[in-house]
């Protein structure tokens, strides 16, 4: 069922503003991912726009400014773990993606300190 209620999370939380109620719903988002990260590795639509992964590094990147501690460093710990678990090629297949778009990878790698 949180596969399938995945992907439309991310979309509706992704334009809402950096405040509190965006935090609170980043944490909750966190507590799910750390008790079964294959919610986001095991999504489904492969590295595409259409999946799991790319729509929560998306999601990620679309703070304005970096989230506060603790959650700053959480989605940070869940970011290089995708990272790791894709592989440079296939994290830099996601990061090619955002190129052209607002929120530039580095934008993304800076925040979350991912250098």
Do not use: K, Y
């Given at each position: 069922m949180l596969k399938e209620c995945f992907i439309p999370f991310?979309?509706?939380?992704?334009?809402?503003m950096d405040d509190e109620e965006r935090t609170r719903a980043f944490s909750g988002l966190v507590?799910?991912?750390?008790?079964?990260?294959?919610?986001?590795?095991g999504g489904v639509g492969g590295l595409g726009r259409s999946g799991h992964v790319f729509n929560f590094v998306s999601l990620c990147s679309s703070w304005n400014d970096p989230?506060?501690?603790?959650?700053?460093?959480?989605?940070?710990?869940i970011l290089r773990a995708i990272?790791?678990?894709?592989?440079?090629?296939?994290?830099?297949?996601?990061?090619?993606v955002f190129e052209g778009g607002s929120n530039k990878p580095s934008h993304l790698i800076?925040?979350?300190?991912?250098?």
């Open positions: 991310c979309l509706s939380l992704h334009d809402v507590a799910v991912l750390q008790a079964d990260s294959s919610l986001v590795l989230p506060s501690e603790p959650l700053l460093s959480q989605l940070s710990v990272m790791e678990a894709l592989g440079p090629q296939n994290w830099q297949t996601i990061l090619n800076d925040m979350f300190r991912l250098r």
